[in-house]
């Protein structure tokens, strides 16, 4: 069965600096991957996805994202953090976990928070 | 446009009241999902309609009553809840069930009294 690992549950930086979150992945065949962000109280909004092609790619906001295969990771970068992205950040994986049942599998999620 | 709408944003119920959670999408997508986030966890799968059928309830207890009367909605019905019932209930949508990427609603803030 896939499973994903957010090894950091909290990351504190301040405003203007590089951000870089973690994400670890299980899965036999080649994943789909995702980043989610969601705000207080609020939906979760896609970031960005891989599912084949450059490893390197790019989302909204700013965010970019680099599939490494052979570390089974997909982490999330920004080189320049704005307050108003402290938020809590979801990685997911898409498999199939047989019979059709298609579905997203979440980390537990890192929790950014920005000092001014 | 890649909205999904859900309706209401907030909701307070006692335990034995009746009530519905709607979610709408206008995108064409044919797969819609519930799913059930306690504070500070990542959400948790409840029901997946695909094609307007429902072909995946995560052992959710018959309380919660799903429905999916036409491809642009999904209802979700509630009835006889407990207090730990109370979380935020999000919808996605995808394009299809095999196509992974869900685009999520606002939620709905469900509070069990």
């Known amino acids: 069965a896939q499973s994903v690992t957010q090894p950091d549950i909290h990351i504190t930086v301040s405003e203007g600096a590089s951000l870089e979150l973690r994400c670890n992945y299980s899965?036999?065949?080649?994943?789909?991957l995702f980043w989610y962000v969601q705000s207080p109280g609020q939906g979760l909004q896609l970031l960005l996805k891989?599912?084949?092609?450059?490893?390197l790619v790019q989302g909204i906001k700013g965010f970019e994202a680099e599939f490494k295969r052979s570390q089974s990771s997909f982490n999330l970068r920004k080189p320049s953090v704005h307050w108003s992205d402290a938020a809590e950040y979801f990685c997911?994986?898409?498999?199939?976990?047989?019979?059709?049942?298609?579905?997203?599998?979440f980390g537990k999620g890192t929790k950014l928070s920005v000092i001014p | 446009d890649t909205e999904v709408t859900q309706t209401p944003k907030h909701l307070v119920m006692g335990m034995t009241n009746k009530k519905s959670l709607k979610c709408e999408q206008h995108m064409g997508h044919r797969a819609m999902y519930w799913y059930k986030q306690k504070a500070k966890k990542p959400p948790e799968l409840m029901f997946v309609?695909?094609?307007?059928?429902?072909?995946i309830n995560e052992s959710v207890p018959s309380r919660f009553s799903p429905e999916c009367p036409n491809s642009s909605l999904l209802n979700l019905h509630l009835h006889a809840l407990q207090p730990e019932d109370s979380a935020l209930y999000l919808c996605?949508?995808?394009?299809?069930?095999?196509?992974?990427?869900?685009?999520f609603g606002p939620g709905t803030r469900l509070t069990v009294t």
């Open positions: 997911a994986v898409g498999a199939d976990s047989g019979a059709g049942s298609y579905q997203l599998t």
């Open positions: 996605a949508s995808s394009l299809v069930p095999s196509s992974y990427e869900q685009y």
């Open positions: 899965y036999g065949a080649t994943p789909y």
């Open positions: 891989y599912f084949s092609g450059d490893t």
């Open positions: 309609y695909s094609y307007e059928k429902l072909s």
